[in-house]
């Protein structure tokens, strides 16, 4: 039960490290946020293998769901969004302060709800049962991650269109489209496998979509040679 969650995990770790390691380099603002979004979906997928492993108790379940739930796609839009706005950065700066706010709210909500103890004892309790169907910690999943989730893609296929055809680009584009695939893998998965209480398709797509975005990570900023680059391949 726990080894799909632990191999998300790990993957969401190593990821959130080696792009902490960029960002301490390269000082962009994008992989600074993005960093923060891995590591928090490592530790919600942590606290959801500690949970489905030796019993959830709430402090867990909260963890669980503000980081993997609500917070994790909001920072990979974050982080898109200083993609985007490149040439209007005040914009990014104002999204930046509006996450953080957003963030702090939600970290409030989520900690001090009322949480059903019984529901905790189930292997895999839903958010609406936990914190009760409609509420506002139950909401804050779809306020956040839903409207994050789209600006994302969007952002991602916007992104990989302008550089589709352009040979010095391909790197660049595959792994963008890659990335889109990932998160959708994880949107999808998850939501499907919440919606049917199926935690073998939850925790699958965990883990491959935390895979595959990663893997296009690397295929989008490995270095070609010149020579490569300008000639391609043959």
Do not use: C
């Not at 010095?168 to 939501?191: C, K, M, P, Q, W």
């Not at 049917?196 to 797509?205: D, M, P, Q, R, T």
């Not at 295929?219 to 070609?224: E, F, N, Q």
Request: charged content about 15%.
């Amino acid at each position: 039960m726990i080894v799909l969650p632990l191999l998300a995990t790990v993957v969401a770790l190593v990821f959130g490290l080696h792009l902490a390691v960029r960002f301490a380099r390269r000082r962009a603002p994008h992989e600074g946020l993005w960093s923060l979004a891995m590591l928090m979906y490592a530790g919600a997928s942590g606290a959801l293998a500690l949970g489905v492993r030796g019993g959830w108790s709430a402090g867990e379940f909260r963890l669980y769901w503000l980081l993997g739930a609500v917070l994790t796609v909001p920072y990979l839009a974050g982080g898109e969004l200083y993609l985007l706005a490149r040439r209007r950065r005040w914009i990014a700066h104002l999204g930046l302060i509006v996450l953080a706010a957003a963030s702090v709210w939600a970290t409030i909500e989520v900690w001090s709800a009322p949480v059903d103890r019984a529901v905790l004892e189930e292997t895999f309790p839903l958010g609406r049962e936990v914190f009760g169907d409609g509420t506002l910690p139950h909401r804050l999943a779809q306020y956040y991650s839903f409207p994050a989730y789209f600006f994302l893609l969007g952002g991602a296929t916007y992104s990989a269109g302008r550089m589709r055809g352009k040979e010095e680009l391909r790197d660049r584009f595959l792994g963008t489209t890659l990335i889109a695939i990932g998160a959708t893998i994880v949107a999808i998965g998850s939501g499907v496998g919440a919606g049917l209480g199926n935690f073998a398709l939850f925790s699958i797509s965990l883990a491959a979509g935390a895979a595959v975005t990663y893997w296009g990570f690397l295929v989008a900023t490995r270095r070609r040679d010149p020579a490569t680059r300008v000639r391609g391949p043959g």
